[in-house]
């Protein structure tokens, strides 16, 4: 058997273990556990749940991240899915693999047959890394990780695909100010100013 096919059934195995040991994720985020259909939220079912983070920044917690405490927290809770190279790994059951978790490359893609939409050649914003992974990730435990866990593991994704200095520290200060290589690649939509 080869070393790639070990690796990838090690880390579908892992990936699986870690989904059977957290049976209740949503609490681990202070989301409702439970929403029941046609009963009102509560004002604190909404505050758990708004926690959006703006392109400039607005909303960002507290806390910050470097380069290493980024790179351990990628190596304990992120490469099972996107690789120890971040570029995604294949074979995994019940879910998209290979390429579709694929976090860095693909810059100049785009406007190809064959574009490579990752964090690196896609996303418009740092700040939309912080809010997606605060919100989905990891996979089998979404919203269980620290402000300062995400601050560092985005740290760590910008650093790999050349976007940040690994000397950089990000917080809510520095995370807004990163420019993202597809910054202005998005055509802005008029369209909800039309209904101010």
């Not at 059977?20 to 681990?28: F, G, K």
């Not at 991240?65 to 074979?91: F, I, M, W």
């Not at 601050?151 to 100010?177: F, H, K, W």
Request: charged residues 20%; proline residues 9%.
């Amino acid at each position: 058997m080869c070393i790639r096919s070990v690796e990838r059934r090690r880390a579908a195995l892992l990936a699986g273990l870690t989904i059977l040991a957290m049976p209740d994720l949503a609490v681990s985020q202070s989301y409702p556990s439970r929403l029941d259909f046609g009963v009102p939220a509560t004002s604190q079912d909404i505050e758990a749940m708004a926690i959006a983070i703006a392109p400039d920044g607005k909303n960002l917690p507290a806390g910050k991240g470097d380069y290493p405490a980024g790179k351990k927290v990628y190596e304990t809770k992120c490469s099972a899915c996107h690789g120890a190279n971040l570029e995604g790994v294949a074979g995994l059951p019940n879910m998209p693999a290979g390429a579709a978790l694929r976090l860095i490359g693909g810059r100049g893609t785009l406007a190809s047959k064959n574009p490579v939409l990752t964090v690196e050649s896609y996303w418009p914003y740092a700040t939309t890394l912080f809010d997606y992974i605060r919100r989905a990730m990891p996979y089998p435990a979404p919203g269980s990780l620290t402000a300062d866990e995400i601050y560092a593991v985005s740290e760590y994704i910008l650093a790999e695909g050349n976007i940040i200095d690994r000397a950089m520290v990000l917080d809510a200060q520095t995370l807004p100010r990163v420019q993202m290589p597809n910054r202005y690649g998005f055509i802005p939509d008029p369209l909800p100013e039309s209904f101010k």
